[in-house]
Nanobody, 116 residues
Framework: EGQLVESGGGLVQPGGSLRLSCVAS????????MDWFRQAPGKEREFVAT????????YYTDSVKGRFTISRDNAKNTVYLQMNSLKPEDTAVYFC?????????WGQGTQVTVAS
């Protein structure tokens, strides 16, 4: 059974940075595209970023382009989300998602709060 465990969330001031990590187990991480999503209070979960299995292709939602960077280390079964120039509207629970041919796996989420 696949598992994903996120970490790295916390409280940060506007303009600050955080790096989220998501460690995968139980499925073939190195051949799976990976995504980051987020869900703010009272809102639907929304797509943030995706990365191909090789790391060669990435895509971002418009609101984070130029501020967030998704990357992966297949040797460590880990996907990252580097978040810079954080804004209060980035406050949300951040989830990683792993996509295989048969199943999607979700982590439990990590809280990111941007406030002064």
């Amino acid at each position: 059974e696949g598992q994903l465990v996120e970490s790295g969330g916390g409280l940060v001031q506007p303009g600050g940075s955080l790096r989220l990590s998501c460690v995968a187990s139980g499925f073939t991480f190195s051949s799976s595209p990976m995504d980051w999503f987020r869900q703010a209070p009272g809102k639907e979960r929304e797509f943030v970023a995706t990365i191909s299995w090789s790391g060669g292709v990435t895509y971002y939602t418009d609101s984070v382009k130029g501020r967030f960077t998704i990357s992966r280390d297949n040797a460590k079964n880990t996907v990252y989300l580097q978040m810079n120039s954080l804004k209060p509207e980035d406050t949300a629970v951040y989830f990683c998602k792993g996509r295989t041919d048969s199943t999607d796996y979700w982590g439990q989420g990590t809280q990111v709060t941007v406030a002064s």
